[in-house]
């Protein structure tokens, strides 16, 4: 029913307040009558009805007791002293609102109720102090307790959507930077390559421009989903790389392959260049001699392997190829954005360094939004 909604249980609307405290107490009042309304045998003569009447108007008296028990422990000593770590004051509210509400049974039993059965015809009873205090507890502390659980229950429920709000947006927030420290980074790499060309007047420079266009394309509109497709993540690592070769020349000796069925595949934007561009700065900027770059990018289903071996000179040490803000923010990245769904090993050896990165990847472009919830806004601003 539209009414048992989210509005319903939690918000502070009074109709909305008013609406489920009234159920509550309905609800009790109906139980109460059908849990003493019950007899196993019912005396000769006796309707049962009347025995249904009398449980009615029984639990619609003892439940402004309740009422008083109940909201005096929920509005009053849970935010007062509960919520706020005051035990011992809580401890004696708590008593004190047990007694009263033991003694103002006892003065309903004993007039209000007794003088109800005597305008019935029933008998009615006198109970010591003691005894009615104890049976007035019985209900009121059993009802009051219930109502404080679902009190609590709802606070920390309130608390948890809070506290997993305050998190969703801290993740955005440290993916958006991750993600504005990416793109000046790879820019920047960009930039230098077109200017090395622009001053030994290369025919190639026309060429790197409109290549970097669709780059920067790329970059500003492509790129403003939590996820693209792995075709055109593919499509800019070729771009890329046929940049860097204009620049380097025979220099550098580049090998990309890729196997597998990558349609329909979707990848965190940008995610693999970073690894690349490592491979280019610290593997073929640094060595004098031939340099050679090998990528192989395979998928399985919907398991993509990364392999990329670059050579490397053997003065440069592994903090040259590990520390760099480009593997810092991607493997940041991986941590948010795939957490448990990736393993990533990078290794160092003499004259060559490796990196082989294994990644769950979605399998339509329709399930995006299903991979995480919780990243469904994230880099919406990230141009």
């Known amino acids: 029913m539209y009414i048992f909604n989210y509005d319903f249980v939690f918000s502070n609307q009074w109709r909305y307040r008013l609406a489920r405290h009234i159920l509550f107490w309905i609800a009790f009042i109906l139980f109460c009558t059908v849990i003493y309304s019950y007899r196993p045998v019912i005396p000769e003569g006796v309707s049962y009805w009347k025995i249904v009447l009398m449980a009615f108007t029984n639990a619609i008296i003892f439940t402004f007791n309740h009422i008083a ?28 609102c047990i007694l009263g509400s033991g003694f103002f049974s006892f003065f309903l039993s004993s007039y209000i109720v007794n003088g109800y059965l005597a305008i019935l015809g029933w008998p009615t009873h006198r109970f010591p102090l003691s005894i009615g205090l104890m049976a007035g507890l019985r209900g009121g502390i059993t009802i009051a307790g219930f109502a404080a659980a679902i009190k609590l229950s709802k606070y920390w429920y309130l608390k948890q959507s809070a506290f997993q709000q305050v998190e969703k947006e801290k993740l955005t ?21 077109l200017y090395a060309l622009t001053l030994t007047k290369s025919d190639y420079a026309p060429e790197v421009v409109v290549k970097l266009s669709g780059l920067l394309r790329y970059m500003l509109y492509d790129c403003n989903v939590a996820e693209v497709s792995l075709e055109k993540e593919i499509q800019i690592i070729q771009n890329y790389v046929e940049l860097e070769q204009m620049r380097y020349g025979e220099h550098v000796d580049v090998s990309l392959n890729f196997t597998g069925d990558i349609t329909g595949k979707m990848i965190a934007p940008l995610l693999l260049m970073p690894f690349l561009e490592n491979a280019f700065k610290h593997g073929v900027s640094e060595q004098i001699d031939q340099a050679w770059i090998s990528l192989d990018l395979s998928v399985d289903k919907n398991r993509m392997r990364l392999k990329l071996i670059n050579s490397k000179s053997e003065e440069n040490q592994v903090s040259s190829y590990t520390g760099g803000i480009g593997l810092q923010n991607v493997k940041k990245r991986m941590e948010l954005i795939y957490p448990k769904q990736y393993d990533l090993k990078i290794v160092e050896q003499d004259e060559i360094f490796v990196v082989i990165l294994n990644l769950e990847l979605q399998n339509d472009i329709t399930k995006q939004t299903e991979n995480s919830q919780q990243y469904k806004t994230i880099q919406t601003q990230w141009a």
Do not use: D, M, R, V
């Open 173 to 193: 927030a440290e993916l958006q930077l991750l993600k504005a420290q990416l793109h000046p980074h790879f820019l920047f790499n960009t930039l230098n390559n």
């Open 69 to 96: 028990l109940s909201y005096s422990i929920i509005y009053w000593l849970i935010p007062s002293y509960l919520l706020k770590g005051k035990y011992i004051h809580l401890a004696i509210g708590l008593c004190l």
